[in-house]
């Protein structure tokens, strides 16, 4: 068998995988056939293709034996829904969330490495039985799927070769559901709008200087008394996609907490004590210098409310945009 017969395959999933990470990641194609194109055989077929490859780097034995094209290339896209749902599900735990950048990274970097493993598998297989793309998948092959075939005992059958009535209803679910795959790939891509590069959200946080003078979340003032204040810095980073005008309101509840400091068993007074307008832009953080502590003694949670529009008329930790607060213990 010729270099080209055994390689040729796992090299055009390289090279298409890197075409798709360029198009999608470098250029930014937004035009959506183009993307459509790219995207529906980066999720549906390579990564599954290059992983069955690098499992079953032999040819079909002549008794039937093997994976074939045909079989390859249905298993292919059963595993790579497989992939692509374990890496967006992995993803979700991680800073980026599910977004276009960490899904097309990952896709691409497992597609790249089994199709590799594939070729260094196929090299050190014996050349008369590596599995190579000879004359492809031809109609015969689709027409045994839907086909029962009487075999004489001990004669092998194929994978998908049926061997009964119920086999074959088998058969034609499961292209159905292919197809129906497909067809809703290719609708998603066209109608749904693309991944945003970073899921819209802001980020609220207090800070306060150390020893150092270094600003941390580590050194916040917690043992004042009423009346007394400390300096902090409530920080407002925008990752929304536009310029935000935000308010924050200070809100302050008299508690009364279990005899571990745990848990409130209790709110026995609630005020709002002060708000103010921030706006920032998008990507940008702003930094309010405020000198917080409460106005009463015993065990106290001065709130920092944070709201992106109108500030409803009863502001609470409850339907705050964002929260942070400062824990005082009388």
Same mark, same amino acid.
């Given at each position: 068998m010729r270099v080209h017969q055994w390689t040729g395959d796992l090299f055009v999933v390289l090279l298409f995988s890197g075409l798709a990470a360029g198009g999608i990641l470098v250029a930014e194609v937004s035009f959506t056939p183009i993307r459509v194109a790219l995207a529906l055989p980066l999720v549906l077929l390579l990564p599954g293709y290059a992983f069955i490859s690098a499992l079953f780097p032999d040819a079909p034995a002549e008794d039937g034996k093997g994976l074939g094209t045909l079989e390859r290339v249905v298993l292919s896209v059963a595993v790579s829904l497989a992939v692509v749902a374990m890496i967006a599900y992995a993803a979700n735990f991680t800073p980026y969330g599910i977004t276009l950048l960490p899904i097309t990274v990952a896709v691409v970097g497992w597609t790249v490495l089994f199709a590799l493993l594939g070729l260094v598998r196929r090299a050190r297989h014996p050349a008369e039985g590596r599995y190579g793309v000879r004359s492809g998948v031809h109609l015969g092959a689709v027409a045994g799927l839907f086909t029962v075939q009487r075999r004489r005992p001990g004669e092998t059958r194929g994978p998908f070769e049926p061997e009964n009535e119920r086999q074959l209803l088998l058969n034609v679910f499961l292209v159905f559901s292919l197809l129906a795959l497909l067809a809703g790939g290719v609708y998603m891509g066209v109608a749904a709008p693309s991944l945003p590069n970073?899921?819209?959200?802001?980020?609220?946080?207090?800070?306060?200087?150390?020893?150092?003078?270094?600003? @941390?979340?580590?050194?916040?003032?917690?043992?004042?008394?009423?009346?007394?204040?400390?300096?902090?810095?409530?920080?407002?980073?925008?990752?929304?996609?536009?310029? !935000?005008?935000?308010?924050?309101?200070?809100?302050? !509840?008299?508690?009364?907490?279990?005899?571990?400091? $745990?848990?409130?068993?209790?709110?026995?007074?609630?005020?709002?004590?002060? $708000?103010?307008? @921030?706006?920032?832009?998008?990507?940008?953080t702003e930094q309010v210098s405020y000198d917080a502590g409460p106005t009463a003694d015993g065990d106290v949670y001065v709130w920092f409310l944070l709201y992106h529009g109108d500030v409803p008329d009863d502001p609470s930790p409850e339907n705050a945009d964002e929260t942070t607060r400062l824990a005082f213990t009388g």
């Open positions: 970073e899921q819209p959200h802001t980020e609220f946080y207090l800070l306060s200087e150390n020893d150092e003078g270094e600003l @941390t979340s580590t050194d916040l003032p917690t043992d004042l008394s009423a009346g007394e204040t400390a300096p902090i810095t409530i920080a407002i980073e925008n990752h929304e996609g536009e310029t !935000q005008t935000y308010t924050t309101v200070v809100y302050q !509840q008299e508690v009364t907490l279990s005899d571990d400091g $745990r848990t409130v068993e209790s709110v026995d007074g609630a005020e709002e004590l002060d $708000r103010f307008e @921030t706006t920032v832009e998008d990507g940008g």
